[in-house]
């Protein structure tokens, strides 16, 4: 196939994105419904909900190469707290175990600590989605850590290797510095120490148009040089794939990797990873409340199935637990290898 990377970068629209993701199911990128009905697995259904993840803004005080959420400092789209009452609603009253914030950098929403309050009050597992940096960019930041500490969040953080050099280039300048201080912070708090409860988990995804390696092996590594070296700890790795979306999409397209990528997703595709994909157990909502199978979903604008149930103020579990999930070309990116999901590796 001839590269699509002078024809079609940059991508400024979920349309020009999906326009791309369909023209290669006409070439020789076999459809992803073809292969989930190659395999018996044709439609994929959710099995329950029991994770809202939240995205409650693009704002972000970092612009990653490889975001699939295109967040930046110069975005303005954020959650109202009306929003977030619409979906702390829908959680008390469906009793959802497990609330997943992420962004942007969420805690850039003026009303970010409002939101996670409120949840614990409603002893719900918080989760939330940290780049790390934000607790050094501003001294309303400084204390996250006792924030997070005294609500018992688990902190998810990113952290794309464990030199300065790789973390850098994908993130840029000054970052690795940046959240090893951060990580060091969080320690001094008792995030990742045994006997603490409380959860730091770490974010690993591939740097360029490649699968990532296996988690618990990387896991170690990362555990052995940031505790050697900087005498950092955490939890778990979770090594996450990228999805063929957004920047990463223009990345692939202005190299003229597309092809080559979309071609290694397939080959690894893996029948046992799709049982375990996180749209089977989780909703995603947006700023505007809403609703979509995944944030990769959210971020192509491709919404649940049912029609009646679009938006968190419309929400009918009975319509969405047992689902039919909307699939296309981006979704090999969860089923490739030991597949991905929010929580790293299935299997």
């Not at 044709?42 to 029991?50: C, F, G, M, N, T």
């Not at 052995?224 to 939890?235: A, G, T």
């Not at 959210?298 to 103020?313: E, G, K, T, W």
Request: proline share 5%.
């Amino acid at each position: 196939m001839k590269s699509l990377a002078a024809q079609h970068h940059p991508l400024s629209s979920t349309e020009a994105q999906i326009a791309v993701l369909e023209r290669s199911i006409s070439d020789r990128i076999p459809a992803f419904a073809s292969m989930l009905a190659k395999h018996q697995q044709y439609p994929l259904q959710a099995d329950k909900v029991e994770i809202l993840q939240m995205n409650i803004g693009k704002m972000c005080n970092q612009t990653c190469k490889h975001c699939h959420v295109d967040a930046g400092p110069d975005r303005k789209e954020i959650m109202t707290r009306n929003t977030m009452q619409q979906c702390i609603d829908v959680v008390a009253r469906h009793g959802i175990a497990i609330v997943d914030i992420t962004g942007g950098a969420p805690e850039m929403n003026p009303d970010f600590r409002w939101l996670v309050e409120q949840l614990a009050q409603l002893q719900v597992h918080v989760m939330v989605r940290c780049n790390l940096t934000i607790i050094l960019a501003n001294k309303k930041y400084h204390d996250l850590p006792l924030f997070y500490r005294d609500h018992r969040v688990e902190v998810i953080a990113s952290l794309p290797f464990y030199t300065a050099e790789r973390t850098d280039r994908q993130r840029g300048d000054g970052v690795f510095a940046q959240s090893i201080e951060a990580l060091r912070r969080l320690n001094a708090v008792g995030y990742g120490v045994e006997g603490t409860g409380l959860l730091l988990n770490l974010v690993y995804n591939p740097a360029g148009a490649f699968l990532p390696p296996a988690q618990k092996e990387l896991q170690r590594q990362y555990q052995k040089e940031l505790f050697e070296k900087y005498q950092i700890r955490f939890n778990e790795l979770y090594v996450i794939t990228n999805m063929p979306i957004s920047r990463y999409l223009e990345y692939l397209l202005a190299s003229g990797n597309y092809e080559h990528y979309m071609q290694l997703l397939v080959q690894a595709f893996n029948p046992a990873a799709v049982k375990g994909v996180m749209c089977r157990n989780t909703i995603s909502v947006d700023w505007q409340g809403y609703l979509y199978d995944c944030d990769f979903n959210q971020m192509l604008n491709i919404p649940v199935i049912p029609s009646q149930s679009r938006h968190i103020a419309q929400f009918d579990m009975q319509l969405l637990q047992h689902r039919p999930i909307a699939v296309h070309q981006h979704c090999y990116g969860c089923t490739a290898g030991a597949g991905s999901s929010c929580g790293g590796q299935i299997v």
